[in-house]
Each structure stands twice: as structure tokens, then as C-alpha cells.
């Protein structure tokens, strides 16, 4: 069955960088563009960015270029987030989801909590 | 701000219908698939809608999914407790080169 698991995480300072990782398996995980969401308390869904399945093609929200990288390694299976710079407002849970643009998502993460505080 | 606008929420009985609007424009719905999502609190969104109107495997058909113009709406019949949740919709637009979603719409089975 499709899998997607999410980690890394955690509370950082402003300033500060985290690195997300997406671990996928259960379907051939390079035939698929992939994408990240996040989720801030309380609030509804904000896309982050995405990546086709081969990371020729990536796209940001403005919210986050400049300071966000996704990348993908499709021999392990894993899609990444690096944040650097990160600000108050990044708070949030992120999910990656399978699926990318105007296609539908069809399976999504479990979500990894990211919290910028001094 | 959402660029796609839907009603922060919703009410109706058991059994009843309801719809939820999504509205947007050109740019995002108007020459874009739009998608739904169902929340329920303290989970992962997951896919209900595809393509305008088309379920994925496992979706009952109380759920339906329409497009016209730069509008889109789902609708969901026999309303259940369990149908309690978030909805969102959700595309792509050309202008922003971005994926949008809206504000959200919370169902309450009354």
C-alpha cells in the first residue's frame, strides 16, 4: 500500500534551518511528481512547492523562494525540504502528497510539525 | 486571503444535501481541474474529488464534484455525523504559476 512518512521536524530559532524528509513506498516513486503543503495552526491549506518526477521542473510559493530547496532522490525513495531562513510565520504542519498542479493529490502524509519560536 | 473563495461553513441535517462553492477565476478554475479535499480534525486531508468530478477508488458517489465557468462545487448527500470536517478545494493557476486552495469550509451535521 502507498506510504508516505514524513520527518524532521522540530523547533527551530528564527533564523534558523530544518531539513524535511519524505520517505514514499508502496508504487514506483519516480513515475510521480511530488509536492509539498503545509498546514499553519488553526489555518487552512497553503501549497509550498512542487517537483516533477525526474526535478527538472520545480516550482515555489512566494512565501518561501529564496529560502526553501525541494529536491528528490528517486533511487531512495525520498522526497526533501531544505528550509533555511526560516521566520515565524513557517510555523505549521507539513505534509507531502503525491501529486503535483492541477492534479488531485491523491495519497498525503501523516504531516511533520515545524515551529519557529525564540 | 484565499485566491479561491469558499463559505467558512456549512450546516445541514442527517440525510440531508449540501453544497460548497469554490469560486475563483480565469487564471486558477476557469482553465484548471480543480480538486476537493476532506479533512477531519486532527488528520491529513485526503482526496475526494479529482479532475472537476471523478472519485478515486473507495470515494462513495454521495460525494460529486461539479465545474462551470470559474466556479466549482461539491456536493454531498444522506449527510452523516462522520461527514464532519473540513472541505477544501483546490487547482492550479497559470498567472500565479502556483497551486491555490481555498480558505476552507467547515461541515457541521447538525
Known amino acids: 500500500q502507498v506510504q508516505l512518512v514524513e520527518s524532521g521536524g522540530g523547533f527551530v530559532k528564527p533564523g534558523g534551518s530544518l531539513r524535511l524528509s519524505c520517505a514514499a513506498s508502496?508504487?514506483?516513486?519516480?513515475?510521480?511528481?511530488m509536492t509539498w503543503i503545509r498546514q499553519a495552526p488553526g489555518k487552512g491549506l497553503e501549497w509550498v512547492s512542487y517537483?516533477?518526477?525526474?526535478?527538472?521542473?520545480?516550482y515555489y510559493a512566494d512565501s518561501v523562494k529564496g529560502r526553501f530547496t525541494i529536491s528528490r532522490d528517486n533511487a531512495k525513495n525520498s522526497l526533501y525540504l531544505q528550509m533555511n531562513s526560516l521566520r515565524a510565520e513557517d510555523t505549521a504542519v507539513y505534509y507531502c502528497a503525491r501529486g503535483a498542479g492541477a492534479k488531485g493529490k491523491d495519497y498525503w502524509g501523516q504531516g511533520t510539525l515545524v515551529t519557529v519560536s525564540s | 486571503q484565499s485566491v479561491l473563495t469558499q463559505p467558512p461553513s456549512v450546516s445541514a441535517a442527517p440525510g440531508q444535501k449540501v453544497t460548497i462553492s469554490c469560486s475563483g477565476s480565469?487564471?486558477?478554475?476557469?482553465?484548471?481541474?480543480v480538486s476537493w479535499y476532506q479533512q477531519l480534525p486532527g488528520t491529513a486531508p485526503k482526496l475526494l474529488i479529482y479532475?472537476?468530478?471523478m472519485r478515486p477508488s473507495g470515494i462513495p458517489d454521495r460525494f460529486s464534484g461539479s465545474k462551470s465557468g470559474t466556479s466549482a462545487t461539491l456536493g454531498i448527500t444522506g449527510l452523516q455525523t462522520g461527514d464532519e470536517a473540513d472541505y477544501y478545494c483546490g487547482t492550479w493557476d497559470s498567472s500565479l504559476s502556483a497551486e491555490v486552495f481555498g480558505g476552507g469550509t467547515k461541515l457541521t451535521v447538525l
Open positions: 479532475d472537476n468530478n
Open positions: 508502496g508504487f514506483t516513486f519516480s513515475d510521480y511528481y
Open positions: 517537483i516533477s518526477s525526474v526535478g527538472s521542473t520545480i
Open positions: 480565469s487564471s486558477n478554475i476557469g482553465n484548471n481541474y
